[in-house]
Nanobody, 121 residues
Framework: QVQLVESGGGLVQAGGSLRLSCAAS????????MAWYRQAPGNQRELVAR???????NYGDSVKGRFTISRDSAKNTAYLQMNSLKPEDTAVYFC???????????????WGQGTQVTVSS
């Protein structure tokens, strides 16, 4: 199994910044991509940012130019730098990893428990 633990959420005023971290641990064989999703009350979970093992990244339209995803492969940790935050960015942010674990060659999705980000106006 692969465990993902998010940290860095909290309360921030509009226009401020936060940096989320996602640490992966467990019987990691290989991580192929790491991503951040978010879900606001009453809304579906949506992709915020994704970074693949070969360095390709993509972002949700609403966060382009404001958020940046990065990864420290040596630490199996992904980061989400969030700048110019808006009240509509308020949501629970979930870390996702596409990885193989143990002796398996089957790629699976793993999820963290989520961290709350609240942006006040």
């Amino acid at each position: 199994q692969v465990q993902l633990v998010e940290s860095g959420g909290g309360l921030v005023q509009a226009g401020g910044s936060l940096r989320l971290s996602c640490a992966a641990s467990g019987s990691i064989r290989r991580i192929y991509a790491m991503a951040w999703y978010r879900q606001a009350p009453g809304n579906q979970r949506e992709l915020v940012a994704r970074l693949t093992i070969d360095g390709n990244s993509n972002y949700g339209d609403s966060v382009k130019g404001r958020f940046t995803i990065s990864r420290d492969s040596a630490k199996n940790t992904a980061y989400l730098q969030m700048n110019s935050l808006k009240p509509e960015d308020t949501a629970v942010y979930f870390c996702n990893a596409v990885a193989t674990d143990g002796t398996s060659i089957i790629r699976r999705n793993f999820w963290g428990q989520g961290t709350q980000v609240t942006v006040s106006s």
